[in-house]
């Protein structure tokens, strides 16, 4: 499955980005469905992630009760609600799958595609 994650830009603090990703084949709905992100000179990092049915979600303490994910199966997509963004939430935002499931370890999550560049000014 191929993976294009949109959405980024140039936000202040406190505004709000919706991150989308689409997948390129229908088979992503049976997967785990997951956001990580990378800031400069960072390794990469959870972010959140969603169950195959959506019923359950998963956030990194560090988003927790600022991003919302939830996944449109019909449409291939998941997407990444941020809200009252901060300038430590800047980095290249990907998306990816895991068949292991929501909280699994980064190694099982793959492929990745192309990030999305999210810019939070103070």
């Known amino acids: 499955v191929q993976l294009q994650a949109s959405g980024g830009g140039l936000v202040q603090a406190g505004n709000s980005l919706k991150l989308s990703c689409a997948a390129s084949?229908?088979?992503?709905?049976?997967?785990?469905k997951g956001w990580f992100r990378q800031a400069p000179g960072k390794e990469r990092e959870f972010v959140a992630s969603?169950?195959?049915?959506?019923?359950?979600?998963y956030y990194a303490d560090s988003v927790k009760g600022r991003f919302t994910i939830s996944r449109d199966n019909a449409k291939n997509a998941v997407y990444l609600q941020m809200d009252n963004l901060k300038p430590e939430d800047t980095a290249v935002y990907y998306c990816?799958?895991?068949?292991?499931?929501?909280?699994?370890?980064?190694?099982?999550?793959?492929?990745w595609g192309q990030g999305t560049l999210v810019t939070v000014s103070s």
């Open positions: 990816s799958v895991s068949r292991r499931g929501l909280r699994s370890p980064p190694d099982y999550w793959g492929p």
């Open positions: 969603t169950s195959a049915s959506g019923v359950s979600t």
């Open positions: 084949e229908s088979t992503f709905i049976n997967y785990a």
